[in-house]
């Protein structure tokens, strides 16, 4: 496996992958052609806004682009099922149980969406908590 130690190889090996050229990462990105020359050939390194275009349009991830850390495409989450239908059914059990009015439902929801934060499966657990209270 070749080694990219340095940000331009490592934006070069991204750029090659996705099959784009830096003239077409430079218009994605809203960005010159000229910044994007001097980025490949390590005369200048991007600041924050840059390197997030940069990332978001190749798809990558920030930590390997950045420090070489970590694999190149990023990671993806990993939803926890098992815990959000958990959390949903402690959910409407404590607001069946404790009589709650639909006023503290908001209060109710926050507690179990920490709990489903911890566990990692916010996104699902919205969705999910939002379905059931609807019924």
């Known amino acids: 496996m070749k080694n990219y130690n340095s940000f331009p190889a490592r934006l070069r090996h991204a750029m090659d992958l996705r099959g784009i050229s830096a003239t077409q990462l430079a218009h994605s990105t809203g960005m010159?052609?000229?910044s994007m020359s001097q980025y490949l050939s390590g005369a200048k390194l991007p600041g924050f806004e840059a390197i997030s275009s940069i990332v978001t349009t190749l798809n990558i991830s920030s930590d390997w682009l950045i420090l070489g850390r970590g694999q190149?495409?990023?990671p993806t989450e990993q939803i926890n099922y098992e815990?959000?239908?958990i959390a949903?059914?402690?959910?409407i059990s404590f607001a069946i149980k404790n009589n709650v009015?639909?006023?503290k439902l908001p209060f109710v929801f926050n507690l179990f969406y920490r709990?489903?934060?911890n566990n990692g499966c916010i996104d699902q657990f919205f969705i999910e908590s939002l379905e059931a209270?609807?019924?």
């Open 83 to 85: 815990a959000i239908n």
């Open 32 to 34: 010159s052609r000229s």
């Open 115 to 117: 709990q489903a934060l």
């Open 88 to 91: 949903i059914t402690e959910m």
């Open 72 to 74: 190149i495409d990023p």
């Open 133 to 135: 209270l609807s019924l």
């Open 101 to 103: 009015d639909n006023s």
